[in-house]
Structures are given as structure tokens and as C-alpha cells.
């Protein structure tokens, strides 16, 4: 036991350490990218035949993964997808047909951004999971303890990320794709058990469909236009030579995949029955936000197109159904879930307009996001440890009962939906972009999913603040290294509030700049400034006003009016058999009118078509 124990400590150690590093590297390329003037260039390496090699090795590996769990577990379709998106790409380049490129690395201000959101988001995750699991598996003492291999894991996704973004060989970057999505197949189904297989075997296959959707549009790209670097694929002007739409459509339908968007939002749901520390990582920095930044290197070439205008309108329409959906459930993990799917939904729908305010408030949202989801997701995983519960009704005077745990969640709450927090901000400037793209049906989507957005964060903000009269305190047994992530990322979200202009200006400018090949005016100034400014001065003013003006009256405290004689505590009463019954007040979640039932299966209906359309008149049209 004493051996077991000194091992965890070792292997905590050295995550801990081996991650700060990661994270200080991630930083220091960051700063040093968006610190640099004029344009970032684009880095060739010689002599690649090897990592060529050892890419097509671990493409095979992949697909012997896949083999082996599919054959497992009876799940024989998997097996199919593979071998759809993994042998054309590797006949094409055994066969000579793939074209090399001129560059293989690219690290430019858009990716310097997600350098920083995967260095310090992603790493403070995997720091989050080393004294998480430990708790985990003291309460889920069923599931094998498999932390180690859970742990490497996490690593592993966060190193295919950086490399993903990092890449401009389109090769490579179907790799690190492939890599994401076995990944996530991986630990949603650590459990074993078999919810948690199902769920990553729906994982697996529609991410797989995906990355079929991507090996094709790289054969399409190598085979028929010679080109092997997404820079030179996003360089062409569509309106010069409409076919390049053929690759950049799959690519985008590769992007809906990842990014959970409807119809393929189930696999991103189910990803809940995994532990937390995975739940954060999907959600936040990894795995959904590879689809967004695809969308977004893909921008400017979707304006005023076809697949653009799609693009929105499933963008649109998911972040809609999903703020409805959130409205309607009570699980924390779940609510926070259709959330992650509605805020990508918003940054789909941005970056299908291919405006450059679109492009700003879609890199603005994925930043803020990134953080406020990946901050609460922990702090939920932590309020379920302390309480054995994540449900949202559970929460009832978290303040009191959890006063620390609650402070972080209210923060975490606040930075998703409230001013002066940038996703609010965002918005007014994904508004500004849905009205100059005359898209009349996503400034309705924007306005209504805001609303319902709204609704169920103040919902959860209102059941851990509402404190009943004698509630008492829990033990909170959040170990200090979990603490470890939880403050930085309550720290982050603050001064990021603040930092909203300096960011704006040397964080998405240049991602704009760099873009659209021009230099960009500021997306927000002038009267948007004033605007924002007033949204912020509300938040005193009217808590302050109506303090004043409740000065002079009379007033009093009573015990709260039950259907029953108060007991005297104020939380509990006698009912009319005679029993002492506790009070109890719940939320109302509208599931008589939208509903998972009701609502789900409907919205999925409706996107596929999309989708399916979308696909049929772009690239079935062009052959």
C-alpha cells in the first residue's frame, strides 16, 4: 500500500511539474507570436520522409485500435468508417499521388491564440485530474482505477491538439484530427460499463464520419489542385474557381462533427458519463474547439457563399435548440453540456459569415469560453464529491454550504451569460455581424437563444444563492491540488473582464489582420464602447438604486408561508396528517413544452437535412 501510494505521488509530481513546463512554453511561444509585427511566416521542413513514415505508422495504429475495440465490443460499423477515411489517404500517399508542400509548420497569431488556450486551459485540466481521480475512484470504488492510463491519456490529447493547430500540412493535420477523435473514444469509455461504451462507440463513429469528410477533402485538395498546406487551400478566392468550395465544404462538415453541432450534438452529451476532468477537456479546450477553429481558418472563403450561408443556419439553429433544451434539465454536467453546444453553436454561426466581425467575436468566444466551461465543469465534479450530487436543485444555498466552491461557481456562472464578462460582449458583436450580413434569421436566433440563455444561467445562479433560514455548512474536501486549477482559471476569467480592450487589440486584431490580408478597423469602438459601458455601469447602479430607495420604509423579516403550519425553523412543516415535512422549492424546467423528448429528436431531423443538403448541392453538384 505504502509503494502504491509513493507511485501516485511520483506520477502527480512529475504531471505537475511536466505540465507547468508545458505551460510556460506555451506562453512564451504565445507571447512571442502575438508580440511580432506584420505577418507571421509559414516553416518548411527538409527531409520529412521519415516523419512521413512514422505518420502513416501511427495513422495504421489508430485503425488497429478501432479494429480491436470494435471487434470487442460487436460495434462492426466503426470498423467501416475507418477504413473509409484511413485507406484513401494512405493509398495516396503510398502510391505517390500526394503532393509534398511547401511548408509543414505554421504558427501564426490564430494559432499562437489556441496555443495559449490549450497551454494554460488544457494543462490546468490535466493538473486538475491528478487529485481528482483519487477522490473519484474513493466514491466510484466499481470502476477499475485506471488513473495512470487516464492521465497519459489527457496528455496525449492535449500533444495532438498543438500539433493540430501547429500544422499547415494538411496531412499532418488529418493525423492529429484522427488522433482527437480516438482520444475522446478512449476515455469517454473508461468506465467500461455499458452506457459508457455506447456513448464512446457514438463518440467514435461520428467523429469518424467526420474524418472521412476530411481525408476526402485532402484528396481533393492533393489530386486536384496540387496543394498540400491549408494556407494555400484558404488562399484561393472562390469566386475564381468555385470547385475549391468542394474541399472546403468537407472540411466544414468535418468541423460540425467535432464541434458537436446538431445533428451530431449526442455524442458530446454522452461524453458526461466519463470523469470530469475529460467532461472539461472535451468541452473547453480540446476536442469541440478543433471543429470552431477549422471554421474559422475557413471564414473568409465561406462569405457570400452557399456553405456559408448553411454553415450559419446549423450554427443558428443549435444555438437556439440547444439554450432551449438546457432550460429543461436539472443535471449540472447536462445543462453545462447543451451550453457547450449552443455557445459553439454561436461561434459556428459567427464564423459562417465570414466577417470580420464574425471572426472577432467567434475568436473572442472561444477564448472566454474556453475558460468560464472549463472552470465550471471542475467546480460541478467538486460540488458532486463534497455533496454526492450534481444536481442543480441539489444546490439549493450552495452559498452556505459549500461558501468557497459556490463563490467559484458563481464567477464561472457569471463569465458565461453577464456584463461586463466577454461572452456578452462577444455577442454584441456577433449581433453586429449576423446585421451587416443581412441575415435576418440569425439575429432572431441571437436574440431568442440569448433570452433562453439567460434563463437557465439565472436559474442555477438563483438555486446557489437563495439561502434557507439556519441552512448549515458541509465539510468541503476539495483537495489543495485540484485548488491548483481552480484558482488561476476564477483568476483568469476576472481579468480577462478588464483586459477585454488589450486583448481585443493585440489578440484578435492581428488574428483579423492577418486573415483578410489587410489590416482591419476595430471591430468594437466608438458607440459600442459607450454601449458596453453603460451595460457595465448598470450592474452598480441598479442594486444601489434600489437600496435607496428602499430607505424610509418599514420593514421586516417573516418566516416563509407554507401549505401547513410552520415548524419554526423555517424549513420545515407540519402538514395536515401531522408530519413534519422538509420545504422544498424547485425550478421550473418547461419540459411539457420543450423537452428532450420533445425537442431532441426534431432538431436533429432538421439539421440533418441541412447537412445533407449542404453536401448534396456543393459537392455532389461540382461532380
Excluded at 74 to 100: C, F, H, Q, R
Excluded at 205 to 231: D, P
Excluded at 399 to 413: Q, T, V
Aim: net charge neutral; hydrophobic share 55%.
Amino acid at each position: 500500500m505504502f509503494l502504491v501510494k509513493k507511485a501516485s505521488l511520483l506520477r502527480n509530481l512529475i504531471a505537475v511539474v511536466g505540465g507547468f513546463s508545458i505551460m510556460a512554453t506555451a506562453i512564451m511561444v504565445g507571447i512571442r507570436v502575438l508580440s511580432m509585427k506584420g505577418v507571421t511566416h509559414n516553416t518548411y521542413l527538409t527531409n520529412t520522409e521519415a516523419i512521413d513514415h512514422v505518420i502513416m505508422g501511427g495513422e495504421i495504429l489508430l485503425m488497429c485500435i478501432v479494429f480491436f475495440l470494435s471487434i470487442k465490443y460487436k460495434k462492426y460499423y466503426a470498423i467501416l468508417l475507418s477504413l473509409i477515411g484511413t485507406v484513401p489517404v494512405l493509398w495516396m500517399d503510398l502510391s505517390g499521388n500526394a503532393v509534398e508542400g511547401f511548408a509543414h509548420l505554421r504558427v501564426d497569431f490564430l494559432s499562437a491564440v489556441m496555443i495559449l488556450i490549450v497551454g494554460i486551459v488544457g494543462i490546468l485540466i490535466c493538473i486538475y485530474a491528478c487529485g481528482y481521480m483519487k477522490d473519484y475512484h474513493h466514491h466510484h470504488t466499481e470502476v477499475a482505477d485506471r488513473s495512470n492510463y487516464f492521465l497519459a491519456l489527457l496528455f496525449v490529447f492535449v500533444g495532438a491538439m498543438f500539433g493540430l493547430i501547429v500544422s499547415d500540412n494538411l496531412g499532418w493535420i488529418y493525423f492529429f484530427w484522427e488522433i482527437t477523435s480516438v482520444c475522446s473514444f478512449l476515455l469517454i469509455g473508461y468506465t467500461r460499463t455499458e452506457e459508457a461504451v455506447n456513448n464512446s462507440f457514438r463518440a467514435l463513429w461520428m467523429n469518424l464520419l467526420g474524418g472521412c469528410g476530411f481525408g476526402f477533402a485532402l484528396m481533393v485538395a492533393n489530386m486536384h489542385f496540387g496543394i498540400a498546406n491549408l494556407s494555400q487551400l484558404t488562399s484561393i478566392v472562390p469566386r475564381q474557381n468555385m470547385f475549391v468550395m468542394v474541399p472546403v465544404t468537407l472540411m466544414a462538415f468535418a468541423a460540425l462533427t467535432k464541434s458537436a453541432q446538431f445533428p451530431f450534438s449526442r455524442w458530446l452529451l454522452g461524453a458526461m458519463v466519463a470523469p470530469t476532468p475529460s467532461s472539461a477537456l472535451l468541452h473547453s479546450a480540446t476536442m469541440v474547439k478543433i471543429g470552431v477553429y477549422m471554421l474559422i481558418r475557413l471564414s473568409p472563403m465561406l462569405k457570400g457563399t452557399f456553405t456559408g450561408v448553411m454553415i450559419t443556419v446549423i450554427g443558428g439553429f443549435t444555438f437556439f435548440a440547444a439554450s432551449l433544451l438546457a432550460i429543461t434539465v436539472s443535471d449540472g454536467k447536462k445543462v453545462l453540456a447543451y451550453s457547450t453546444i449552443s455557445n459553439l453553436g454561436l461561434i459556428t454561426a459567427c464564423a459562417g459569415t465570414g466577417t470580420t466581425e464574425g471572426v472577432w467575436a467567434a475568436t473572442m468566444l472561444i477564448l472566454f469560453h474556453a475558460v468560464s466551461k472549463s472552470l465550471l465543469f471542475q467546480t460541478v465534479g467538486d460540488i458532486e464529491n463534497c455533496m454526492h450530487s450534481r444536481d442543480v436543485e441539489d444546490m439549493h444555498g450552495l452559498i452556505i454550504k459549500l461558501p468557497k466552491l459556490a463563490f467559484i461557481m458563481i464567477i464561472g456562472i457569471c463569465g458565461m451569460f453577464m456584463a461586463p464578462f466577454g461572452m456578452l460582449v462577444s455577442k454584441w458583436a456577433a449581433l453586429k455581424s449576423f446585421v451587416d450580413s443581412n441575415s435576418v434569421w440569425l439575429v432572431l436566433f441571437l436574440v431568442f437563444g440569448s433570452g433562453s440563455t439567460l434563463f437557465y444561467w439565472a436559474k442555477w445562479l438563483g438555486k446557489i444563492c437563495t439561502v434557507i433560514h439556519q441552512s448549515y455548512e458541509l465539510e468541503d474536501i476539495t483537495p489543495r491540488s485540484e485548488m491548483i486549477s481552480l484558482v488561476p482559471l476564477t483568476s483568469m476569467i476576472v481579468v480577462m473582464c478588464f483586459a477585454f480592450p488589450w486583448m481585443s487589440d493585440h489578440m484578435i486584431q492581428p488574428v483579423l489582420n492577418e486573415a483578410y490580408h489587410k489590416n482591419i478597423p476595430n471591430v468594437i469602438g466608438g458607440s459600442d464602447v459607450v454601449i458596453m459601458m453603460i451595460m457595465v455601469a448598470m450592474i452598480f447602479i441598479i442594486p444601489i438604486g434600489s437600496r435607496f430607495l428602499a430607505i424610509g420604509k418599514k420593514s421586516k423579516m417573516t418566516m416563509s408561508y407554507v401549505a401547513g403550519v410552520n415548524a419554526g425553523d423555517d424549513r420545515h412543516y407540519i402538514d395536515s396528517f401531522g408530519k413534519e415535512r422538509p420545504l422544498y422549492m424547485s425550478n421550473w424546467y418547461m419540459t411539457d413544452y420543450f423537452g428532450e423528448d420533445k425537442l431532441l429528436a426534431p432538431s436533429i431531423v432538421i439539421s440533418a437535412i441541412i447537412v445533407i443538403v449542404m453536401l448534396i448541392i456543393v459537392v455532389g453538384g461540382a461532380f
